[in-house]
């Protein structure tokens, strides 16, 4: 496969799943839209398109103007195309507002390494099997998806965030949260003006210790999981 991925942030880039891709032989071209990067035309010559996450929230299209272009074409390409489509966090909360859903600032926000419960649709589903009913993963967002239309089925939940990730019809899948962690993805991370903000406010002064000894201690546990659904998302793409 040829994927193409859409990323928002030098820092926030594929992480873990590059060495899958690399492993399997399959190859990726980003757009580094934050950069003013120019997307391409289309998606010819591309196989799936990958979103990743962001500091800016999707209403931010003052802000961040490429935003409107990224939204149309990621419409088209999902929509009207039907390439498959992974969105991480930013990504997820795009596809959500594309497909018809909304998104909005999260009354609670999530920020540390917490649980995610499967739920009766993701545990029979494709995307999270042989994944355990609730796994912990790392958390860094203030908005998140509010309602999806009838088409979408919710995969994963929180209290806090009840869509934690989802799927359009058999193509299309966005988690909130993050699996492709590696060992330098908080210090990186921490780094970003508004991901600092809202660690402090979470986890006070200390908060990049305290996330990265989190991170530190469930790394064999993100590892599994990560590898686990990369394969199942391409299952997905395989009988999609």
């Known amino acids: 496969m040829n994927i ?3 990323q928002h942030a030098e820092a926030e880039h594929p992480g873990v799943f590059r060495s899958f891709l690399d492993e399997d032989g ?3 071209t980003t757009v580094h839209l934050y950069r003013g990067d120019p997307l391409p035309e289309s998606m010819a010559g591309y ?3 990958w979103v990743l996450g962001g500091p800016m929230d999707v209403w931010q299209e003052d802000e ?3 935003l409107v272009a990224e939204k149309t074409f990621i419409r088209r390409a999902v929509m009207d195309e039907g390439f498959p489509f992974l969105g991480l966090c930013l990504g997820h909360q795009l596809l959500a507002e594309v497909v018809g859903g909304t998104v909005g600032p999260a009354a609670e926000p999530e920020i540390g390494v917490l649980p995610v419960n499967m739920t009766v649709e993701g545990a029979s589903g494709i995307l999270f099997d042989g994944i355990d009913p609730v796994f912990p993963v790392l958390q860094w967002h203030s908005a998140m998806v509010t309602a999806l ?3 979408c089925k919710v995969l994963a939940t929180t209290d806090a965030c ?4 989802f799927s359009w019809q058999t193509r299309a899948h966005g988690v909130q949260f993050h699996l492709e962690v590696e060992s330098d993805t908080v210090e990186s991370w921490a780094a970003i003006p508004e991901y600092a903000a809202a660690l402090d406010l979470a986890l006070g002064q200390n908060g990049v210790e305290i996330m990265r000894t989190a991170c530190a201690d469930n790394a064999e546990k993100f590892a599994s999981t990560a590898e686990r659904f990369y394969i199942n998302w391409m299952q997905c ?3 999609a």
């Not at 009840?162 to 990730?165: K, L």
Request: charged residues 10%; contains cysteine; aromatic residues 10%.
């Open 162 to 165: 009840p869509v934690q990730a």
């Open 237 to 239: 793409c395989a009988q």
């Open 26 to 28: 399959h190859s990726w």
């Open 4 to 6: 193409l991925v859409l």
């Open 149 to 151: 239309p009838s088409d």
């Open 47 to 49: 196989d799936a398109l």
């Open 64 to 66: 961040n103007p490429w």
